[in-house]
């Protein structure tokens, strides 16, 4: 989340204090990016100094410091609003990580797991749809804010029901039938052990 | 709270040759007046199962089911009939109103199936549209409503009456995510006025919309969603 590029937009409305611009972030993320004033007027300051913002008033401090967008200012808010947002995944998706380490782990219980994450996910969901029923219908702000993260949990959802299925059309073989190699780098003579028999049980 | 609609350890078995299979195993479920519960499962997980039993639409092989109290095993085929059409409503996906009967005609339907007269209907029917919010669209025809007034009138039928038990089988399966929020705050309203609804949906998004959300896998309950947090739990600082 840019709260700079947050602060350049309600600034091109007009100039206004730090503790205006502050309200105004919280009313229109509808309360779900909480923003203290400490972090408005840093970001103030840095604007300030990257030229993207001026002061009017140079005698206030603090809350009595009124601000407007320079032209620099507005240029980067415009290129901003047309930059496609970085949609490359992060290298190492904790969940994956952890689904994947699960396949791994003698005893551990893939499909429960994928569970246990996907209900923590819908109740996440749940709090975010009661966001949108408590909101005033035309609170279309809050609104997108609320679908924009129910959309993100509907596809990690939608990723471990896809996981759920293919572990069951595929299981994973047991970690504990693994042989003994591949479960414990050891002597070079365990490495040189023959396949093994059917029935012989798993060696650790 | 009262449990307007309960499954005790319900068991349902088909025999498909000489192959038995289980679509439901054990399963229990307790839904209260005002509340509604979504079921969510894989295909094949039991939800349709789960919920044509709860609708006394099929029998379970073994375990009850008692709406309103009423031990449904301990009625005639005759009976139950009767005891669904009075208790239980249905919502479709693609909401089935019949082209030749007007809105409130289509709402007094499941009531004149029970006996009711036609003059005697129309008042329980001009209300269960007020209460969605249609009673000035009654006297069209349903090529003449909106998409959202026919759903709103197929929800009206649902529960016109005195009806108790809300189910509905993917209500959202064939609309975009606006329109189907539409139709999960429709229920969702309809079960608060004391109705016990179910709903199945693979949709993650229409099923949070629920009190509670139920989960089935190969027949068996095995888990649902906690009692919810409030909203400002979201409002934690992001630990990022």
Redesign the interface.
Known sequence: MSVRHALLALLSEGPKYGLRLQQEFEERTG????LNVGQVYITLQRLERDGLVESDDEDGAGPQKRFVITQVGAAELDSWLRTPAGDIPPPRDELVIKILISLRVPGADV?DIV?VH??H???L??????????AAEDDIGLALIA?AE??R??GI??WL?AA??RLKLHPAPDPASLPAAAAAPAAPAARAAPARRPGAGARR | MTAVLELREVSKAYETGAAEVHALRQVSLSVDAGELVAIMGPSGSGKSTLLTIAGALEEPTTGQVLVAGNDLSRYSANDQAKLRRRLIGYVFQDFNLLAGLTAVENVTLPLELDGARVKAARPAGMKALQDLGVAERADRFPDELSGGERQRVAIARAVVGDRQVLLADEPTGALDSVNGEAVMRLLLAVCRRGVAGVVVTHDAQFASCADRVVFLRDGRMIDQTGPQPGPESLLAPDPQ
């Open positions: 309360e779900v990016w909480p499909h569970q996907r209900r996910m819908i109740e969901m749940q709090r975010y749809w009661r966001i949108k029923a408590d679908d129910m959309f949990l509907e959802v939608r029901d759920d299925t």
